[in-house]
């Protein structure tokens, strides 16, 4: 039966390469961000699939990551949209379960393809029983100190909470003596709400915090370990003063200026850190470590969960090329391709068992410390909502926490409420 299904699937292909060039099969690819080195490696590999497939043409469009979600249900909705697309792997969930991306377990070679990769690392694409994309890269979150500062105060990388808030009560100075404060402990990314939701969360996670139920039924990020987490950023801010007080309204670029300025000495980013530093500050240094955890979790400091991000390339399920756009996904995602992740500094680590442990991985900076975080790193819980939610409840209850416009218990308190809300569907 599995092979009657590809045979049918593939049938299309097998027509057009007889057929003429005016009949060739032309998909669509959306893709969403990226840092420059990416999106010219992605036009090389298109270039590439195209001279080996001769029947398939591929259109590349560019797209905004802040608009991902918008973008794609304005298609979507309408029945129309991309064959492929990269997504984080959260939208398995929403655009799974809405009918929208096609369950890639379905095409007949899939369980060979499935043994390329690290096996949590494409769980985070499944939602319930289906595989809704392939891994295109990973990412878990660390914190980021800047070397020069560390090292001029004599600071070590904090393991403790204790430790972090500390480092940055001490790396929060005036340097120039004008009675203004100048240089920040740390800088948060306010200014994107979903950004900011995946540079505090993991500090939850660290701390043992469960987003959701594993059931996915009820909201838990107002347990005590949760408020105690908010806590800790609203005393640095409140009484410490050392966080930057326009974060608010700051996204990448003013938390990057910031660091390669040496106006803030810890950041919380992904394996892109470096690269993204580097292109605006060349000889800038600086300390990747995992994230600190709370002072009587001492001991599993290399083994608590950060948060781990995917990003997916999943195939529309109202494509009309459907087989073409699978051997278009699995050539961006093979064995072969995802060594890139290893060569060039494309922003975000490899998910293949091959390009992990190949001999050009050891020499790569950083990466053991994000295999050793994904490892034990846990996405968002599987659920629709999960965006939302994260995004357009979380985030801004936990702001107003931090500034100070309510207690860390009674935003959280009231984040989970209206969470609840929404994945009952009351909102």
């Not at 900011?196 to 996670?205: C, D, I």
């Not at 005393?235 to 007080?245: A, K, L, N």
């Not at 999960?386 to 984040?415: H, R, W, Y």
Request: aromatic fraction near 12%; hydrophobic fraction near 40%.
């Amino acid at each position: 039966m599995n092979y009657l299904r590809w045979i049918i699937l593939l049938f299309p292909l097998i027509m057009l390469s007889c057929g003429k060039k005016a009949d060739v099969i032309e998909i669509q690819d959306w893709n969403f961000g990226g840092r420059p080195h990416l999106m010219v490696w992605l036009r090389q590999r298109v270039a590439s699939f195209e001279a080996t497939h001769p029947g398939i043409k591929i259109v590349q469009s560019d797209k905004s990551w802040n608009m991902i979600r918008e973008i794609l249900y304005a298609s979507f909705s309408t029945g129309t949209g991309p064959d492929v697309v990269n997504t984080h792997a959260n939208y398995a969930a929403e655009f799974g379960e809405a009918g929208y991306y096609y369950p890639v377990n379905a095409f007949p070679d899939f369980a060979e393809v499935k043994k390329w990769y690290v096996p949590e690392l494409l769980e985070s694409t499944r939602y319930k029983d289906n595989y809704y994309g392939l891994p295109s890269s990973a990412i878990a979150f660390a914190l980021v100190c800047n070397k020069t500062l560390f090292d001029a105060a004599g600071i070590a990388p904090p393991k403790t909470w204790s430790q972090f808030r500390e480092a940055a009560r001490r790396l929060t100075k005036d340097t120039d003596g004008d009675g203004t404060i100048d240089q920040y402990g740390l800088v948060l990314m306010g200014g994107d709400k979903g950004g900011f939701a995946y540079r505090l969360v993991p500090f939850f996670y660290k701390a043992g915090v469960k987003f959701m139920s594993d059931d996915l039924a009820t909201i838990e990020f107002n347990a005590p370990r949760g408020v105690a987490t908010l806590q800790l950023f609203a005393d640095m801010y409140q009484i410490d003063h050392s966080i930057t007080p326009g974060f608010l309204a700051y996204t990448h670029t003013e938390t990057n200026d910031m660091f390669c300025g040496n106006k803030v000495a810890m950041c919380i980013e992904g394996p892109w850190v470096r690269g993204m530093v580097h292109e605006k500050s060349p000889d800038k240094d600086m300390y990747v470590v995992a994230l600190p955890v709370p002072d009587d979790m001492l001991d599993q400091y290399t083994t608590a969960p950060t948060l781990q991000d995917m990003v997916m390339y999943s195939i529309n399920a109202h494509s009309t090329h459907l087989a073409a756009a699978w051997e278009f996904v699995k050539y961006l995602r093979n064995e072969e391709a995802d060594m890139a992740w290893i060569r060039d500094d494309l922003g975000a680590t490899a998910t293949t068992n091959f390009a992990l442990t190949s001999p050009e991985a050891k020499n790569v900076p950083d990466l053991q410390l994000f295999i050793n975080e994904l490892k034990h790193a846990k996405p968002f819980p599987p659920h629709p909502q999960i965006v939302a939610v994260a995004s357009n409840t979380f985030t801004p209850f936990c702001e107003k926490a931090i500034i100070g416009e309510m207690s860390p218990k009674a935003a959280l308190d009231q984040a989970a409420r209206e969470a609840q809300d929404v994945i009952e569907g009351k909102q």
